[in-house]
């Protein structure tokens, strides 16, 4: 029997089919698979086309064999099968598709449909050979519907193939691979193990619409016995076939959609939010998507990656498809369903086109309009998702110099004065009071210890309420926002506060004036930690705080200097000393400075320990501290 030499340009394209298209060798399953799938559409089809009627989807099954003595894993179909030049053309040649010329065949996609609704997954007649990753021979028998004659093609990869006349009794297509054996690089007997390629079936080709079959050897007590054993052959079906995202509302319940999440994303805990999504258009997909109760134990690390799984009709294409969600979405599970996508060679990946973004959009649209209805709706919920992914979306607002900050702007919540429980931007500016000119917030680490600022009194005293920004993203988020309802954001432990009227202005100017030596000397005794000291009347009962000026806050020095970075690159807040012009301290001041220097200094650096303390910064030097405070007392 002559070898005959592939029609490609032989070897080398071959290789490449072999070695460099595919990157997981799992995937020549999910490609032999889908290549028996499309032979018995191609059937189905033309038994509906020509009139011959008595075949339905139910007559049709794919089957899985495994001989692990013989080292052969077998996947045979029923379908239209192949003629000896069919197997000439299509497995002669290599990246010819009979399944794209059946494609290109058919006159117009609504005929296909109403012949019931054939898909075709084959385009680039690559896939076939993906077979030879993981065997030294690979057999294919095959008998073309309507023939008599059966043949045989064989190939033990690039040196050529042979086809002659075989025994076969029904029509369709059986491929039988030689697995390799196992190398010191390689272990290849894991295609011999049954549950192994269950697996992949259950990963790749789980909503393949016909049954994918494995005959299976079971070991059970033979009856009237209690000790004797036998061997039975069950046969087992690896698939579910219809996918639970294609069942109409009617057809699935809210616990069957549930069960999928909590089997398929491996959670424990129920989704907060299921989302259901069909949409014909410009593109064409089906979606459904989860958003969980709590975030994974690596949700907040870089090993965390984000993404949906991509389905091309039935077919897994990619488990994880980044580009489908935003990283304020990140948290969202879930998978998505497309024919219209242009897939790359392998099928491995997407070509990066316009239908892929305009999936991505309409995802994202889709998600926000959910967590908009769950903060309305079910706001408990909501306020439990946002203690899980808040931080998430308030980084979404902050990344892409605030690409997506207005339409994140709804979404926001963050802890208020108010009975210091969580509010919406738009709530807190309902409750704003008359001539309120800002949106007045503070940072900590926690809300109480924020209440516990010296400048928090006097806000809270006029009647204004003040967002507790406790997570770390916080004040980058509302620096990127910038304004709410026409009204900036105000720090109120910066020097941007003013809530004096003209005539406290021009007194607490004065003020400072006639103190100017005083504060100077006392600027100059705490060094050059501070920028400025001066009398205040933003404090009502507290002696002192420290105030930033310019774009950097305590709590972004904070936040900054604890990343890894050199010493020499740390951030530094510009602070000032502020002294209560209205606490008996004031006066204290003035008078050691008229009559003691070294006094004065002691009590400089202790008031600006002090401030540091109660902002939660740690004093340089302690020690130093603690002999001031002793001098002073003896």
Request: with cysteine; aromatic share 10%; glycine share 6%.
């Amino acid at each position: 029997m002559k070898t005959k030499q592939f029609k490609a340009e032989s070897k080398r394209l071959l290789d490449m089919m072999i070695n460099s298209i595919y990157t997981h060798k799992e995937i020549f399953l999910r490609e032999l698979i889908s290549n028996a799938s499309d032979a018995m559409d191609k059937l189905y089809y033309h038994s509906l086309q020509n009139g011959t009627g008595g075949m339905n989807r139910g007559d049709f099954q794919i089957r899985i064999g495994i001989d692990s003595g013989s080292r052969t894993l077998t996947i045979s179909d029923n379908g239209c099968g192949m003629t000896r030049d069919e197997l000439e053309d299509n497995l002669g040649t290599i990246a010819k598709s009979g399944s794209l010329e059946f494609k290109r065949a058919i006159p117009d996609e609504s005929e296909a449909e109403q012949a019931g609704n054939v898909d075709i997954i084959g385009q680039f007649g690559v896939g076939f050979y993906s077979a030879f990753m993981v065997s030294d021979e690979v057999t294919v028998e095959s008998k073309a519907s309507g023939q008599n004659e059966a043949f045989r093609w064989k190939s033990k990869g690039a040196e050529g193939y042979t086809v002659e006349p075989c025994e076969k009794e029904s029509h369709g297509t059986t491929v039988i691979l030689k697995v390799k054996e196992k190398t010191d690089d390689e272990d290849y007997d894991e295609f011999l193990d049954a549950y192994r390629i269950e697996s992949i079936v259950k990963k790749y080709s789980d909503y393949i619409r016909y049954p994918i079959v494995m005959d299976q050897e079971t070991r059970r007590l033979k009856e009237d016995s209690e000790d004797e054993y036998e061997t039975a052959v069950e046969t087992k079906t690896l698939n579910s076939m219809t996918p639970i995202w294609k069942k109409s509302k009617s057809e699935a319940t809210e616990e069957e959609y549930q069960s999928f999440y909590q089997d398929k994303f491996y959670d424990y805990e129920k989704p907060v939010r299921i989302i259901r999504s069909s949409v014909e258009g410009q593109t064409t997909y089906t979606a459904l998507l989860f958003i969980p109760k709590r975030a994974p134990y690596d949700y907040y690390t870089k090993d965390f990656k984000k993404g949906l799984q991509l389905y091309s009709s039935g077919v897994l294409i990619m488990d994880k498809c980044e580009d489908l969600l935003p990283d304020c979405f990140s948290f969202v599970k879930g998978l998505v369903d497309s024919e219209d996508l242009s897939l790359n060679i392998s099928r491995e990946m997407l070509q990066h086109d316009a239908q892929l973004k305009l999936i991505a959009k309409s995802l994202e649209k889709k998600i926000k309009g959910e967590l908009q209805k769950l903060l309305k709706d079910e706001r408990e919920v909501y306020e439990e998702f946002w203690k899980a992914f808040g931080a998430q979306i308030k980084y979404g607002v902050y990344e892409g110099f605030g690409a997506r900050k207005d339409s994140l702007l709804d979404l926001l919540m963050f802890c208020s004065s108010a009975e210091k429980k969580l509010v919406t931007l738009e709530e807190y500016a309902s409750r704003m009071k008359d001539g309120q000119t800002a949106v007045y917030y503070a940072c900590g680490e926690t809300a109480d210890k924020i209440d516990m600022l010296p400048q928090v009194e006097l806000v809270k005293d006029k009647g204004f309420e003040i967002l507790y920004l406790t997570d770390h993203i916080d004040e980058f988020t509302v620096k990127m926002l910038r304004e709410f309802d026409s009204k900036p954001f105000t720090n109120i432990c910066a020097d941007e506060l003013d809530l004096g009227s003209d005539e406290d202005k021009e007194a607490l100017k004065a003020l400072n004036e006639s103190g100017k030596e005083l504060l100077s000397f006392m600027r100059e005794s705490i060094g050059d930690a501070v920028q400025a000291v001066r009398f205040t009347n933003k404090l009502k009962n507290h002696p002192v705080c420290l105030t930033s000026e310019g774009e950097v806050s305590l709590e972004m020095e904070k936040v900054l200097n604890a990343m890894p970075m050199p010493d020499d690159n740390k951030v530094k807040a510009r602070l000032a000393l502020e002294i209560n012009a209205g606490h008996p301290i004031a006066d204290k001041l003035k008078e050691i400075f008229a009559a003691d220097k070294e006094k004065t200094a002691a009590y400089a650096k202790i008031l600006y320990a002090q401030a540091r303390l109660i902002e939660g910064l740690t004093v340089d030097d302690p020690t130093e501290l603690s002999n001031l405070v002793c001098g002073l007392m003896v």
